[in-house]
């Protein structure tokens, strides 16, 4: 009985947090309030299961598409990159400018700015003669040097292996082909708000946003759209996250996410630019000793 009362306990404490994460102290609560931009890494192992784009990299398993074996009850099984692009597209949220996030930005200008940068017409990329390599680095990037023999970016078989190509995951880089430069970087608008009546900190997310990325790393990383958080948590409550080591049961990209599952770094405290990853841990490092202050009488 005592490990069925624990086990309880834990589960209505994940269950606080999540709604914390949803519900945020009230303005007048507010002791002390940080308007803080962290950036992720997806290719990092605590982060993969994030993003299955990753595939590629052999951290993951194809899931079969066999409705008798396949029991997951997640319809976004691609990572959240390619959940957020298919929503955006079929029209459930609304899109918002990164240097202007009082301008909404439709799914069409995203697409062609998009488009123009795998086709090599993009800023700063410059006209390519002959229409070749694409000059973002998608031919680099697709080169397969991380990856093992007969598979691609996807995580399927490529054609003229033994695999059938039937059983393949359903990939979206056919309807979207630059979504492999959304697939290494994503950052998160929130703010970090000291609950004066809980003594606790809170972490308010408020806009995710899609950072496009050079893979060969001449052009710099650069945000292509906001999304406002409270407007995709249907899509990420429909996301799958899988623990690749256990079996037993997946869980959804927001439950990962409102729970601090992941690994960051900070980009932006309150407008001041963080520009190397020593400064971002010594920002980090600094937030966590103001906050013990706090406690502190």
């Known amino acids: 009985m005592k490990t069925i009362r624990t086990m309880r306990y834990f589960v209505v404490l994940a269950g ?18 940080k308007k803080v931009v962290i950036t992720l890494d997806l290719r990092e192992k605590i ?3 994030l993003e299955s784009g990753q595939e590629g990299y052999q951290l993951y398993t194809n899931y079969s598409t066999d409705p008798i074996t396949d029991k997951s009850p997640y319809s976004n099984r691609e990572g959240f990159i390619v959940a957020l692009v298919k929503a955006f597209k079929e029209g459930k949220f609304v899109g918002f400018d990164p240097k202007n996030l009082s301008r909404q930005m439709t799914f069409e200008e995203f697409d062609s700015y998009s488009r123009r940068i795998e086709q090599g017409g993009g800023e700063g990329a410059g006209a ?18 991380f990856m093992d023999e007969g598979m691609d970016v996807e995580g399927g ?12 995951t359903p990939s979206s880089k056919d309807a979207f082909p630059y979504i492999k430069y959304y697939r290494t970087l994503a950052r998160f608008i929130e703010d ?11 972490y308010d997310i408020q806009y995710l946003c899609l ?3 050079d893979p060969k790393g001449a052009l710099p990383d650069e945000d292509a759209v906001c999304f406002r958080y409270k407007d995709v948590m249907d899509v990420m409550d429909d996301t799958q996250w899988r623990n ?3 079996d037993a049961e997946d869980r959804s990209v927001r439950e990962i996410i409102e729970l601090r599952r992941f690994s960051s770094y900070v980009t932006i405290v ?18 966590i000793e103001f906050e013990h202050h706090l406690w502190t009488y």
């Open 270 to 287: 309150s407008g001041d630019v963080v520009n190397t990853l020593n400064q971002a841990e010594l920002r980090r490092q600094q937030m």
């Open 157 to 168: 078989a490529v054609e003229g292996t033994a695999a059938d190509a039937g059983s393949r």
């Open 211 to 213: 950072v496009r990325v």
């Open 47 to 49: 982060n993969v299961p």
């Open 192 to 202: 970090r708000i000291f609950d004066k009546n809980k003594s606790d900190m809170y």
């Open 128 to 145: 390519q003669e002959g229409g070749g390599i694409d000059e973002m680095g998608g031919e680099e990037f697709d080169s397969g040097e």
């Open 244 to 246: 690749r080591a256990n």
């Open 16 to 33: 606080l947090a999540i709604v914390w994460a949803q519900f945020p102290p009230r303005t007048d609560d507010h002791f002390w309030r």
